[in-house]
C-alpha cells in the first residue's frame, strides 16, 4: 500500500525558513512525479510546486516562485519543499503527492497518492 508521510509543518514567523519532508513507501520512486499542494481555511486547494521523476524538470505556483524550493531525493524515496520569506498567506496544510509519470514536472496535471498533509503556520 502506497503511503505519503509529510513532516516539518509548525508556526514560524513571517520571513522565516521551513523545510517541508515527504516520505513515500511501497511505490518504486524514481518513476514518480511529485508534488507539493496546500489548502488554506476556507479555500480549495492550490498547487505549489513539482518536480518530474528525474528530478530534471520542475514547476511552480507564481505565488511561491523564488520563495520555495522543491527537490528529491530518489535513494532517500523523499521529497522537500524548501520554503524561504514566508508570509502568513502561506499558511496552510500542505500535501505531497505522486503520480506515475515520465513527463516534465508541469506536464503532470493528475495525481493519484496523497499524504495526511502537515500544519504550516505563518505569524505575522
Known amino acids: 500500500q502506497v503511503q505519503l508521510v509529510e513532516s516539518g509543518g509548525r508556526l514560524v514567523q513571517a520571513g522565516g525558513s521551513l523545510r517541508l519532508s515527504c516520505a513515500a513507501s511501497?511505490?518504486?520512486?524514481?518513476?514518480?512525479?511529485l508534488a507539493w499542494f496546500r489548502q488554506a481555511p476556507g479555500k480549495e486547494r492550490e498547487f505549489v510546486a513539482a518536480?518530474?521523476?528525474?528530478?530534471?524538470?520542475?514547476s511552480y505556483a507564481d505565488s511561491v516562485k523564488g520563495r520555495f524550493t522543491i527537490s528529491r531525493d530518489n535513494a532517500k524515496n523523499t521529497v522537500y519543499l524548501q520554503m524561504n520569506s514566508l508570509q502568513p498567506e502561506d499558511t496552510a496544510v500542505y500535501y505531497c503527492?505522486?503520480?506515475?509519470?515520465?513527463?516534465?514536472?508541469?506536464?503532470?496535471?493528475?495525481?493519484?497518492?496523497w499524504g495526511q498533509g502537515t500544519q504550516v503556520t505563518v505569524s505575522s
Open positions: 503527492a505522486a503520480e506515475w509519470s515520465l513527463r516534465p514536472a508541469g506536464a503532470v496535471d493528475n495525481y493519484d497518492y
Open positions: 518536480i518530474s521523476y528525474s528530478g530534471g524538470t520542475t
Open positions: 511501497a511505490l518504486r520512486f524514481s518513476y514518480y512525479a
